[in-house]
């Protein structure tokens, strides 16, 4: 990848931060990426690619950074430990800003929906490994629509961006009744082989209604 090309990548982003989604114009990514705005349009075609492979380029980074933490997870609760410290992370940083941004831009602009869509799924995707793995002996992995499960967990820690920026104790409430949810998981993987099948059993009906 060429170095203007890059620049205007990284621009793409800082851009975001400082102006919004909505303030992203080819002026202000290639003001911040010390390049002529016509570049935009010659290495990209128009502001929504560009932001859209933005996004995915610093997703790829991220997943990629955090690769070795998840394959390390062996419980349910430390998925979601490395939920809380990603999350914090990414904040830090803006980086989950800018993904809720792109999002709720992307709600009426298809062509941008397209790329944070494949964005969001690099997260499902391994956050979906990480499940199979932690819950195959577990009664849930039976009925559970595991990448389904996968998608509103990775959704779930992109909307907390939006909530704690109104509701600081709401976010940390509701990160920490995933955690309880996780223990009961934990427990009912403990339960007896009697209770378990009965669990088992429980589980399907339910699932089947």
């Known amino acids: 990848m060429s170095d203007t090309k890059q620049r205007l990548l990284d621009g793409a982003l800082t851009a975001v931060r ?6 992203a114009s080819a002026r202000t990514i290639a003001s911040a990426a010390g390049a002529n705005q016509a570049l935009v349009f010659y290495h990209f075609g128009s502001v929504d690619e560009l932001l859209g492979a933005a996004c995915r380029q610093a997703t790829e980074r991220r997943v990629a950074f955090y ?12 998925l979601l430990q490395v939920g ?38 690099l997260w499902t995707d391994e956050i979906e490994a990480v499940l199979r793995r932690v819950l195959a002996d577990s009664p849930i992995a039976e009925v559970a629509d595991l990448p389904g499960l996968a998608g509103a967990i990775s959704s779930a820690f992109v909307g907390l961006e939006l909530f704690e920026g109104i509701d600081a104790e ?3 409430r509701a990160l920490d009744a995933i955690d309880q949810l996780a223990v009961l998981v934990e427990v009912m993987d403990e339960l007896g082989p009697l209770a378990t099948r009965v669990l088992r059993s429980r589980i399907k009906k339910a699932g089947k209604k």
């Open 18 to 23: 400082e102006h919004g989604v909505n303030g």
């Open 67 to 78: 690769a070795d933490r998840f394959a390390a997870v062996t419980t349910l609760r430390e």
């Open 84 to 121: 809380r410290d990603l999350h914090a992370s990414e904040l830090a940083q803006g980086n989950v800003s800018v993904l809720a941004q792109t999002l709720a831009a992307a709600q009426s602009n298809e062509r941008l929906a397209e790329s944070i869509r494949a964005t969001l799924q």
């Open 170 to 172: 709401g976010g940390r």
